[in-house]
């Protein structure tokens, strides 16, 4: 079993940056393939980064290419969301997936795939 505790959200205004932090207990991540996902009020859960466990590959959601930037620090058993340039609709609440598995390109960006969730945290951008 793996646990995921988000942190790092907040309140920030446009054009600001958040980072934000999930760090996992219970096994090591090292294996696992991680992502971000988030979900705004009264929509669905969609995806944002993924990582495989050796951080040399990444994917990104093309509403955040360019401004997001996903990392992982496997030592720490910790991956990161760096955030920059942050518009009002990026507001959601940010949750942190895992899954025990290598690098599957069609099936990273899909919430069914992760066997492992955080309880999210709140990410509020105003204008």
């Known amino acids: 079993q793996v646990q995921l505790v988000e942190s790092g959200g907040g309140l920030v205004q446009a054009g600001g940056s958040l980072r934000l932090s999930c760090a996992a207990s219970?096994?090591?991540?090292?294996?696992?393939?991680m992502a971000w996902f988030r979900q705004a009020p009264g929509k669905g859960r969609e995806f944002v980064a993924a990582i495989s466990w050796s951080g040399g590959t990444t994917s990104y959601a093309d509403s955040v290419l360019g401004r997001f930037n996903i990392s992982r620090d496997n030592a720490k058993n910790t991956v990161y969301l760096q955030m920059n340039s942050l518009k009002p609709e990026d507001t959601a609440v940010y949750y942190c997936?895992?899954?025990?598995?290598?690098?599957?390109?069609?099936?990273?960006?899909?919430?069914?795939?992760?066997?492992?969730w955080g309880q999210g945290t709140q990410v509020t951008v105003s204008s």
């Open positions: 219970g096994r090591t991540i090292a294996t696992s393939t």
């Open positions: 997936a895992a899954k025990s598995s290598l690098y599957a390109i069609n099936y990273v960006r899909t919430t069914a795939w992760y066997g492992y």
